[in-house]
């Protein structure tokens, strides 16, 4: 089977880097300590090189379709929601009282890393599943969880979530899925809902849409959104019926086509019922109370698949012979053997620029998790601090990968020249399919409004304070090896460089100008993952120089100085990005804003 | 018919900016005058609308194909063949002798964009054909000439270049394909080619392919390659006979799926002829000399098909009404109706973005064609100037609009969306058709090695001389309007920076670390590009400036307005890119040479 991912460096992130089983003396934890850990997160790779990995281009090519009102999905779906249900892996982190065994956060990361690199177009059939069961248990009535949630987690039941409508897309303000009240406590749901995710499938004996509907009256905007359980099949006189949600198509992708996306419509003969989540006019709240993970997930799949493309790359890079190194004259010598290709440094360029994106996107998101742990079960002390430096990294976490995900993937299949662009070779499968990763759970867009318009500025700009002395405390930790102390330097720097950008463009909202100020949030996105993923980087390599020096760690030497190269590379390569785009961002000239640049695009 | 390119650009391009019909007092350009040109260049544009865009979708489903034995394609080429031949369209810049109406490569450019922009999937055919009937005409003998050309340029054979081999890939020095001679000056050829475009179909009479071989006991390396017309079928007894050429597959691809890329097996029974164009031994140099001409046509293919993309997106963001903008309180007004996406900030970045790409590469490109032009048929003393400009631009021309199209392509598919993923949608097709201009006709990376290792080098600099004078040029030029003056001097530093950085990497190359000067060739790449596409940028400004303040010109004065805002637009989100990728390439330190930087990569 081919390397899709390597287990090694989760390992060392979640071990060495972030010490993951520190978690362990939490309460909610206790039943585990780093062996039982280990043993989840093996478990489920070997479950994924033989049960997923070996479908992924077969997923590609039998694309999920739509035939006679129903969707057609491949056969290995049934067989993997059943080993989900079985194995206990969609409620892997879930509370003991709802089914699940607690599993940290950081480590359901792992394991959906590990899927999603060995596959992409399977997990989103239990993803989705744990994450309504998820929104059912946390906001959901006793009657609601106990009816539907054993059978989710037992993966016999799908779960979706229902967001987008067609006239309305990220605009959630302006859905109109309605809900009118029966007398007997359910709605009455009627509405079309487009892009869902295992939408529907032959695989599971039932599917729970969550929806986002309007309860008649309901005031405008966001504030008048519900959350309704509505499923495909309603229980009647101890039966399943139909619920009326009608299955009208699924869209056809260019990438990750063995994941259904369907288009639902609600209540066309005003037979549908749903059942409150919480009450009423709070469901976008709940809804993004659950986003954050969701973000999270997202950011998985693009660091994952990126992670498969680059190691299918490496391995072509490594196997295949091709022209000659230049000598110190700048000619060829034609009597040589051909060499390999890694041996090139554009390649070894090409080859390190991906294990820098997909490492320290890796880290990064593990990262995230761990703070999602400490702030769901820590210490009460510990808990907003957590909270807070997740909510600002979120978009980040689901941006970075899925924007430098596509960049690595690029290079991998450039790595492969004409065989990259050939449908023979996995690389052009991923470089489609990692395209989503930017636009699903928010944009690209969206996140960086997030990011620039809400979680910089949140509680007094708290967040951002904590997240520079989390950076500071990693240039500190640095500055104790001699050669570390320019790279240490250098995120010093770049930190700044951040926030004086920051502070110059907070000077436009300050004057009211609120448009102007969020005008250029995606540059500003691009130039705070960049000093993010630094961050990482430095602290990764910390960790590998003191692993080398005091000759701690579970890794090779080669392995410890692989991961300060790469740090450096990063820093060479990477960073330096940043002095264009502070650059960018400190032009006062208004070039997007309507009124200020009438253009003529066409 | 939806709109995938603005003609109103290219006739701003070709007559304002670069005064194309100044061509006509040169010789071979006599008969054409302005509007012969534009009669040209309009009636490929009907025929480009009502015959190749429509079935773009088309020929992307129904991809090009292998069946027992043979390759079935769209039955559209049969009539674009046809339609090529009648009209000309294929021998358009050949001289008359050889049955060409002696039509300026600038102008044959605008068709050859034209062509790729509405189908990118059809103009291989009728390429590919004029590229190897061009290559017989140059330095082929009167015999070889008179029995081939015209049945070429009237469509009815087709022809293809047969350069890569599957052990060789781009080290053509390891070609094995061989060429022994017979008694009566044929000569029995063997090998196998890979990956070549349009080598077979139904509707074609014969295929002329021009073969990369080795005579038997040629020197090893290129100094041994000779180059042979090696048809499909051949001439006996009056009658075309099988060649023993066989079609052994189609290598089925991510995008330009309707365009074929076959793999040929020549004289498996010992029974395939081929005949010498020019001199034993020189084969690669005569490949070369055309390979101008298809670095430019690819530039063309990058260039052309994110146009196409632009276009669509603007459509769709005109059309979309989605959210509200942010007033200023920092509020939306979710009472107000939704506006159309056009008015985000975000969207008219996205936007301006692909026009400032895909019009700056267009500029770049016929300047270009322009350079060809009057290096083969100018003035005495003007062809070496001409031709050391092209010969520097040529891997910018090939490159640029390749690495930058791609960008701009997914910045187009990001405005639609989820709908930009999904197959209904004409993105994600163009998304998949341009990735493979970063690959053809030599890679990034090839062509990365050529600009910093042969062009900006070659003659003591003497190109990169000359090219810094236009750009000094078009700095005084800018330098008359008080309000370009800003940008002119951005331009003169971002030029003066591109130097610096050139004279710190020339330091290795003179220390004879050859290697070493090469390795970030990639990123100079880029650079200089980048420097390229903003001279190109000030020079339409400045042109548009005087059309607007002399009130001359043909074009409305928002259309000369829209050109000075994205000028603006490239200076501010496009240049500033240059501060970090020169920071990168001054960075001493050596991370992708092999014994440099060992590094376990896994």
Redesign the interface.
């Known amino acids: 089977m081919a390397?899709y991912m390597?287990m090694?460096h989760l390992k060392f992130v979640i071990h060495e880097l972030l010490q993951v089983e520190d978690l362990c003396s939490l309460e909610r934890f206790q039943d585990f300590d780093k062996d039982s850990f280990n043993m989840l997160v093996d478990s489920f790779k070997s479950y994924a090189d033989n049960n997923m990995h070996p479908t992924v281009k077969e997923m590609d090519h039998q694309a999920a379709r739509y035939e006679d009102g129903k969707i057609i999905v491949h056969p290995v779906v049934g067989e993997y929601m059943k080993a989900c249900g079985e194995n206990g892996w969609i409620g892997m982190s879930f509370d003991h009282e709802h089914g699940g065994m607690q599993v940290p956060a950081t480590i359901k990361a792992c394991t959906s890393f590990i899927g999603q690199a060995a596959n992409n177009h399977l997990p989103p059939y239990a993803g989705l599943t744990e994450g309504s069961a998820h929104l059912i248990t946390t906001f959901g009535s006793e009657e609601l969880i106990e009816y539907y949630v054993p059978n989710m987690l037992a993966g016999k039941w799908g779960g979706t979530m229902c967001l987008?409508e067609p006239?309305?897309?990220?605009?959630l303000?302006?859905i109109t899925t309605s809900a009118i009240p029966n007398e007997d406590g359910s709605f009455k749901i009627s509405g079309q809902k487009?892009?869902i995710t295992a939408g529907d499938h032959e695989y599971v004996e039932n599917v729970v849409h969550l929806v986002l509907a309007r309860i008649e009256g309901a005031p405008?905007?966001?504030k008048g959104i519900s959350l309704f359980v509505v499923p495909k099949k309603r229980l009647e006189n101890g039966t399943l019926v139909s619920n009326d949600v009608i299955t009208a198509g699924d869209?056809?992708?260019?990438?990750q086509r063995g994941s259904c996306t369907t288009h639902l419509s609600f209540g066309e003969k005003e037979n549908c019922l749903g059942w409150l989540v919480g009450t009423p006019h709070k469901g976008l709240k709940y809804m993004f109370q659950m986003m954050n993970g969701a973000r999270i997930d997202v950011g998985i799949t693009g660091a994952s698949i990126a992670t498969a493309a680059y190691?299918a790359s490496?391995q072509y890079a490594t196997e295949?012979?091709?022209?000659?190194?230049?000598?110190?004259?700048?000619q060829?010598n034609?009597?040589q053997e051909?060499t390999t290709i890694?041996?090139?440094?554009?390649?070894?360029?090409m080859?390190?620029l991906q294990?820098a994106i997909t490492e320290g996107a890796m880290a990064l998101i593990f990262q995230a998790a761990m703070y999602y742990d400490l702030s769901a079960a820590g210490n009460e002390e510990d808990k907003e601090k957590n909270h807070n430096l997740l909510e600002l990294l979120t978009p980040i976490v689901k941006t970075y990968p899925a924007e430098m995900g596509?960049v690595s993937i690029?290079n991998g299949?450039?790595i492969l020249?004409?065989y990259?662009?050939?449908?023979?070779f996995p690389l052009?499968q991923y470089?489609?399919d990692v395209?989503?990763a930017?636009?699903?759970e928010g944009?690209?867009?969206i996140q960086?409004?997030d990011l620039l318009?809400r979680k910089v500025v949140m509680k007094n700009g708290e967040a951002m304070k904590q997240l520079t002395k989390e950076i500071i405390t990693t240039i500190k930790d640095a500055e104790n090896y001699d050669d570390l102390k320019p790279y240490a330097e250098k995120l010093k720097s770049a930190s700044k460089e951040l926030q004086a950008t920051l502070m110059h463009l907070l000077g436009f909202?300050m004057k009211?100008?609120?448009?102007r100020y969020?005008?250029?949030?995606?540059?500003f996105m691009e130039m705070m993952s960049t000093v993010v993923i630094a961050w990482q980087w430095l602290r990764m390599a910390t960790v590998a120089k003191t692993a080398l020096i005091t000759n701690s760690g579970n890794f090779?030497t080669?392995?410890y100085?692989?991961k300060v190269?790469?740090m450096?590379?990063y820093f060479?390569?990477e960073l330096?990005?940043?002095?264009?785009?502070k650059?960018?961002l400190m032009?006062n000239?208004t070039?997007?804003?309507?009124e200020a640049?009438?253009?003529?695009?066409?």
Do not use: W
């Not at 890694?342 to 360029?349: L, M, T």
């Not at 330096?576 to 785009?581: A, D, H, M, V």
């Not at 640049?597 to 066409?602: K, Q, R, T, Y």
């Open positions: 390397k390597s090694d987008t006239q309305a897309g990220s605009s303000s302006d487009i892009f405008a905007g966001t869209f056809q992708k260019m990438g190691y490496l295949r012979p091709q022209g000659r190194r230049i000598l110190s004259g700048g060829k034609v009597e051909q890694i041996n090139h440094p554009d390649v070894r360029r080859l390190l294990k596509r690029s299949l450039q020249g004409g990259g662009f050939c449908t023979e052009e470089y489609r395209r989503i930017a636009i699903y944009t690209t867009g960086s409004l318009g909202a009211g100008e609120h448009e969020i005008a250029d949030a995606n540059l090779s080669d392995f100085e692989s190269h790469t450096k590379f060479k390569y330096p990005k940043i002095s264009g785009l650059e960018s032009n000239e070039l997007t804003i309507l640049s009438p253009v003529e695009f066409a």
